[in-house]
């Protein structure tokens, strides 16, 4: 059973960090795209960052220069280092898995960490 758990969401001020981390199990990590979405209620689901199984990385322009995805395949962990938070950063996030490289179509989501940036 393919478990992902998040964790590491909190209540910050604008301006500051968050660590979002994502424990997978069940899955052979190393073989997957690794991906952080977030969403607001009563929008659609935005992806953030994504990092292959060759650790090149992708993210969405809002978020460049900002956050800092990575993964550690020998922990099976997903991280998303998140600086400079603004409050249009708020929402759930969420990690993803897609088999392979990153685009094929996401396999399972996590059920979400909420992160909140106040003004």
Known sequence: QVQLVESGGGSVQA???L?????ASGLVFS??????YRQVPGKER???AAIEMN???K????VKGRFTISRDNAKSTL???MNRLEPEDSAMYFCAAEAGACGSGIDYYGQG???TVSS
């Open 15 to 17: 301006g500051g960090s």
């Open 19 to 23: 660590r979002l981390s994502c424990a």
């Open 31 to 36: 073989s997957y795209c690794m991906e952080w």
């Open 46 to 48: 935005e992806g953030v």
């Open 55 to 57: 650790g090149d990385v």
């Open 59 to 62: 993210y969405v322009d809002s």
């Open 79 to 81: 991280y998303l280092q």
């Open 113 to 115: 960490t909420q992160v």
